[in-house]
């Protein structure tokens, strides 16, 4: 009942991730070092900050979510824990992207 949300979540964080790495590799490629440094620095800073508000909205509107995708009522409160465990910690796995 959580696969679909957090895949969806979680996918476009590793999408927008991978989508920066691209352009760093161009550089690097083209032997830009000074471009390199300064993709790679823009990468970080946009990963933080659509990692954190990924977070605070998937946090805030997590029981939303699961009323919009009709979870059973005998699992919600499980399936939040969940989902606030796995979408909480989302900027680790951007982090490793």
Do not use: C, E, Y
Not at 4 to 13: D, E, N, P, T, Y
Not at 32 to 55: N, Y
Not at 61 to 76: E, Y
Request: aromatic residues 8%; glycine residues 10%.
């Amino acid at each position: 009942s959580t696969g679909s949300v957090q895949f969806l979540i979680i996918g476009f964080a590793q999408g927008l991730t991978a989508g920066l790495s691209i352009l760093t590799a161009q550089h690097f490629g083209a032997s830009d070092f000074k471009a390199v440094r300064r993709s790679f620095a823009i990468s970080i800073v946009v990963s933080l900050i659509v990692g954190i508000i990924l977070t605070v909205l998937s946090l805030i509107f997590v029981d939303h979510i699961l009323l919009l995708m009709q979870t059973p009522t005998d699992i919600i409160a499980d399936a939040r824990t969940f989902l606030q465990i796995m979408l909480g910690g989302m900027l680790a796995p951007i982090g490793f992207n």
